[in-house]
């Protein structure tokens, strides 16, 4: 059987923000008192621009590269600024697995065009001319900004145009680990067939089940977050006082954003985990604040199961190392309206609030990459990171209290997306991104009609097919979906 260990803090259904209000004019709290002002997220603009797009756009009449079909079933996503790495040569060396490269501006060309020549056809390189010419077709690869992290999304795309069985998420600088002498891959192909899901405790059972143990008891504390939870000393961090970027700050030391386990089992199947995150040993995702106030800023982990967030509790994934399931796909644009460092902790927290509704999951693994981290300048990443110290709390209080109104799932992230946006998360060009998007979404057939949380339907096996597949032909379990 397949054991995972869910985090142990009970469901909040009901949350209360700490309002904070003032009936004075001046002084504002701000530049008042010996404090400052920590309040819920407020409404700052509202969106009056077109609605949730109905209908699929025509296809192109000339294919763009991304539609020519390659016989991969699982792809590696990737977009970088600088030459080739070990990190997209193991992923493009398994077998079973592709690559897309999307290229910037900046990108060198040169090297890439050897590299991609070296691996062909497993690396698909999106080169800026390539690029420009899909946006003739495509009105999101058009509206993505150049010198980017959100030109990802046209990697993203790809992937799905190319019905992957899974995305691998990945940064240039996250190095696969080698496999571990005798053990099989667990989930066959859709875990990297690199130990995802591999360790010592974790195993399939016959029926491809999930065994869980969580504690219901206890309540949140005041002092943080209260819907957070920190997995980084939960999955064997060797270092005190870790925690992952994207963070609210005052759950990084909070003891009640810490996992607590017990004995008491849940079964979860596999189909209903979206996404798989790996930490990374050597130099893990952190934050700025963490590596300018440590000495040791390098550390790895050393636990052996994996972790199963709760419903009703976030935790910040990346897009550094990260297998996104067909079931998830929906959820993988990126926003492009804030910086990179910002970017995929917004989506994780996005996705994850309509994780619940829909019956998905999020799951953390034990390490299976290691990142030799590229030259950073910490200073310009604390400047880069600062929305996510300041608002990630509020970010997800008010996700945590909102409750969407529409019954598919691309409904409610059109909706989503409107509310950060109304309350200033985002910007305008994010909410037409999200448009585009769902409309890509659409013309692959990519099929979301089985997300309805009022249907009774048939799920796929997870990682068994594109999205599509997974609503049509790979019928192996029923269930209802729980809207609370």
């Known amino acids: 059987m397949l054991h995972l260990l869910l985090l142990g803090i009970s469901d909040a259904e009901n949350v209360c923000a700490d309002c904070i209000s003032s009936t004075s004019s001046s002084p504002s709290p701000m530049v008042s008192g010996a404090s400052g002002h920590r309040g819920p997220a407020a409404r700052v603009r509202r969106y009056d621009g077109p609605g949730l797009p109905q209908e699929a756009p025509e296809a192109p009449k000339v294919p763009s590269p991304s539609q020519q079909k390659a016989s991969c079933r699982y792809w590696g996503v990737l977009t970088t600024i600088f030459e080739p790495t070990e990190a997209t040569s193991r992923v493009a060396m398994m077998q079973g697995w592709c690559v897309v490269v999307v290229a910037d501006k900046k990108t060198p060309l040169t090297p890439w065009k050897q590299f991609t020549k070296a691996h062909?056809?497993?690396i698909t390189f999106l080169s800026v001319v390539a690029q420009e010419n899909m946006a003739k077709s495509s009105a999101l690869v058009a509206a993505l900004p150049w010198n980017h992290f959100a030109r990802k999304n046209v990697g993203y795309l790809h992937a799905i145009r190319q019905d992957a069985a899974a995305v691998w998420d990945f940064d240039d600088d996250n190095i696969l680990l080698p496999p571990v002498t005798g053990r099989e891959p667990a989930l066959s192909g859709i875990d990297l067939a690199r130990g995802l899901l591999n360790s010592d405790v974790v195993r399939l059972d016959a029926q491809g089940g999930v065994s869980l143990a969580y504690n219901t008891a206890g309540q949140p504390g005041q002092e943080g977050s209260g819907v957070c939870v920190n997995p980084y000393p939960a999955m064997g961090a060797n270092a005190e006082g870790t925690w992952p970027r994207g963070l609210p700050l005052n759950d990084a030391l909070n003891?009640?954003?810490?996992?607590?386990?017990?004995n008491?089992?849940?079964s979860v199947g596999l189909q209903d985990i979206a996404?798989?995150?790996?930490v990374a040993n050597h130099d893990p995702d952190v934050d700025a604040v963490y590596r300018l106030t440590r000495k040791q800023r390098h550390f790895n982990f050393s636990g052996t199961s994996s972790l199963l967030i709760p419903k009703g509790r976030f935790a910040p994934f990346n897009a550094q190392a990260t297998l996104h399931l067909p079931r998830g796909f929906w959820g993988m644009l990126l926003p492009s309206t804030v910086h990179g460092r910002v970017s995929d902790i917004w989506r994780s927290y996005a996705v994850q609030r309509l994780f619940?509704?829909?019956?998905?999951?999020?799951?953390?693994t034990p390490p299976s990459v290691t990142q030799l981290r590229t030259s950073h300048d910490l200073a310009a990443d604390l400047q880069a990171e600062a929305p996510l110290y300041l608002r990630a709390e509020q970010l997800v209080r008010l996700l945590h209290a909102w409750e969407c109104t529409q019954a598919s799932v691309l409904g409610c992230l059109w909706e989503e997306w409107v509310l950060m946006y109304e309350h200033g998360f985002i910007d305008l060009a994010d909410v037409s991104l999200m448009r585009h998007w769902i409309s890509e979404?659409?013309?692959?057939?990519?099929?979301?009609d089985v997300f309805s949380r009022t249907a009774r339907g048939r799920w796929g096996e997870t990682g068994m097919g594109s999205g599509s597949r997974v609503a049509r032909d790979l019928h192996t379990k029923e269930r209802r979906i729980k809207t609370t």
């Open 264 to 266: 008491v089992a849940e």
């Open 255 to 262: 003891p009640d954003a810490l996992p607590r386990v017990v």
């Open 120 to 122: 062909h056809p497993n």
């Open 356 to 364: 619940w509704p829909f019956g998905l999951r999020l799951a953390f």
């Open 441 to 448: 979404l659409r013309h692959v057939d990519y099929s979301t």
């Open 275 to 278: 996404v798989l995150q790996t």
